[in-house]
Structure formats: C-alpha cells, structure tokens
C-alpha cells in the first residue's frame, strides 16, 4: 500500500507570508495526525483528526495554525502567518485504530527567514 | 541535517556489536510504548511496540523491555549493522491518547 504522503518536502518562506502543508494519508485510515518538531525540542503532537472531525488540537500553539480535513481524506495545514519559531519540520501519521498503527510520512520542512 | 541543534545522546558502535539504546518517560499512566528509528530526510519508521501487560518483547534482531517501576523502556538490537545507524525514538502513550516522544538517541556504527 501506498505510504503517507506529504508536500511539499521542502518549504521556505518568508516571515509573514502564508504557508500550507498537505497530508495524504494511507487509504482507510480515519484517523490522521499532525506532530512538529522544532529546533532543539522534541517531535511535539499538533492534532488528531478521526475522519473530517478535530478529535484533539490540544497541541496547536496558537491561531496561527489552522488544520483542515475535508471529506476525511487529506489534511492540509495552514500557517498564517508564519514567524520565525515555526521553522522545523512537521510531520504527518494515520492509523486505522486510534492510538496503534501510526504511519509517519517524511515530513515537510519549513523553514521561515 | 533536522537533528542540529538537538543536542542529541550518540552511542557509537562497531559493526556486529549489540547495541542498547535507553528512554525514560514520565507518565506512569502510558500503557503503550513504542520504538521508532528516523534516518535523515525520513519520517519516524516503526521499529517495534509493547503493551504495559508485557515487560519484553521481541522481533527481527531487536529486543524491547519495560520496566514501568522505574518507568524506563530500552531497545537492544543485536549485530547491529551499518544500515542501523539513525536517530531512535522512544514514544509513549495513555489510554489511545496520542503519542509523547522522548528527546532521541542517535547510533553510529563503523563498519
């Protein structure tokens, strides 16, 4: 089967302007997440979609970041506008069970100058 | 590479050494644990999990074991290869909660 796609792999913007990333899960997987990591901390959860619904956005820093999942099939992640600390690389999973089975995709880098 | 900066912990080996990579988390309520190896330019791949009801577990060269008294979990791979070098990441989680990632441990083999 197909993995978890993203795109782009690679971004660079600059600070202020608009960024959106774009998630394709594997076929199936109702579930699909967004984690981040930034430089020098950890791999951080962002949020959780079951479907087309937000199950947990407890992790998003601020309203700068709007996620979407229409029709539960790709995510898209917006970030408007970027600063300078969102710089690092997010990455996306799916899982067909909540919680067990996570697929990572490659992870798109952002980088904001 | 995404890993400057991180300041991660390096274990070097040489090739055919056994190699053991340790991860401490903090939840005493996480009940699912997993090993996940990220080689440069990839995302996390899934190495191998366990259930809190187990303290080892075993797959293709690799051994996982959890000790939730001291709530620390290790990965052991054995004859480890060229081709195991990477960052490794223990994650933990609650109750289908998502995923908490440790810090990273990065292995370099020599050949």
């Known amino acids: 089967e197909a993995g978890v796609t993203q795109f782009p792999s690679h971004s660079v913007i600059e600070k202020g302007q608009t960024v959106t990333l774009r998630c394709d899960p594997i076929?199936?997987?109702?579930?699909l997440y967004w984690y981040r990591r930034v430089m020098g901390k950890e791999i951080k959860f962002l949020l959780h979609?079951?479907?087309?619904?937000?199950?947990?956005e407890s992790g998003m820093p601020n309203n700068r970041f709007l996620a979407e999942r229409t029709g539960g099939t790709y995510s898209t992640l917006k970030v408007q506008p970027a600063e300078l600390e969102d710089s690092g690389v997010y990455f996306c999973?799916?899982?067909?069970?909540?919680?067990?089975?996570?697929?990572f995709g490659s992870g798109t880098r952002l980088t904001v100058v | 590479g995404e890993n400057v900066g991180l300041h991660l912990p390096t274990l070097s080996v040489q090739e055919g050494d056994n190699s053991i990579i340790n991860c401490a988390y903090s939840?005493?309520?996480?009940?699912?644990f997993i090993w996940y190896k990220q080689e440069s330019g990839k995302g996390p791949q899934f190495i191998i999990d366990?259930?809190?009801?187990?303290d080892k577990r075993q797959g293709q060269r690799v051994t996982v074991l959890l000790n939730k008294t001291v709530k620390h979990l290790s990965l052991q791979i054995a004859a480890t290869q060229p081709g195991d070098s990477a960052v490794y990441f223990c994650?933990?989680?609650?109750?289908?909660?998502?995923?908490?990632f440790g810090k990273g441990t990065m292995l370099l083999v020599s050949p």
């Open positions: 999973a799916s899982s067909r069970d909540r919680g067990y089975g996570y697929t």
């Open positions: 076929s199936g997987h109702d579930n």
């Open positions: 979609f079951v479907k087309e619904s937000k199950q947990d």
């Open positions: 939840n005493s309520a996480s009940d699912y």
């Open positions: 366990i259930r809190s009801n187990m």
């Open positions: 994650a933990d989680s609650s109750g289908y909660s998502t995923l908490t």
